[in-house]
């Protein structure tokens, strides 16, 4: 099936709330296991950027797996990274962890260059793809592990809808239309392929790693 495009930002109160308080245990722990297995050169110390964090969840999973870490996370969505501050609140890292509002490609951080950058569901949000892969090699350091996950677009429409109920189907109403929605915008593996040629990123591989999810890891080139 044709890519279908959704807005790019999460900006909703009600949308953010649903999204902030789905279950995500799964494929967030995935996350942390694929970076823990896929980046190794990451020393385990050193500023580590999540684009487009969303409530932070996984920005709060990398800080406490790696205790010597620091880790901004940035998003476009106001509304999100409200549940993002209130998660940090009670987390006590705050000496390690900082979120901040921006969109991409348009963003300013607090730090040039970043040790690893990750991105989970962030992809298939993203009208112009291209704008990931340019501000990885922007912020990212020479050699700079990446790890991205997203959802893999499915063959047909109706596939995409036995996924969500498969793994949102006690989900309230706006979670399940978003999460169709978010299958029916993603990318196939050939078509990101293609996005890190262009981008000079051919190095870094993708596979899937789940039934919905692929991932894109590797190191950026050292110059
Ligand atoms: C599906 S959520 C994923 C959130 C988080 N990474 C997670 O795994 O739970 C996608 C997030 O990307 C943000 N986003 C979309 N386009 C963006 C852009 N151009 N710049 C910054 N954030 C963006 C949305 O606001 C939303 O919070």
Known sequence: ???????????DADQARAYAEADFEEPN???VE???????????KGAMLDLGCGPGDIVLRLAHAFPRSRVDGVDGSA????FAESALSTAGLDNRVRFIQGMLPELALPEDRYQAIVSNSLLHHLHRPEV???????????????LVMDLSRPQTP????????????????????????????????AEIRLQLEKAGLGSLQVA???????????????S
């Open 158 to 189: 109706e596939r995409a809808m036995e996924i969500v109920e498969a793994y949102a189907g006690e989900e309230p109403l706006v979670l399940k239309t978003d999460f169709y929605n978010s299958l029916r915008a993603a990318f196939e593996p």
């Open 132 to 146: 990931l892969w340019q501000t990885i090699c922007r912020f990212g350091d020479d050699g700079a592990q990446v």
């Open 79 to 82: 509304a999100m990274l409200r």
């Open 34 to 44: 694929l970076f823990r297995d896929k980046c190794p050169a990451y020393p385990g």
């Open 1 to 11: 099936m044709d890519r279908i495009l959704e807005p790019e930002l999460m900006d």
């Open 29 to 31: 722990r995935l996350f």
């Open 208 to 222: 899937a790693v789940s039934d919905r999810h692929l991932a894109v890891w590797g190191r950026l080139p050292t």
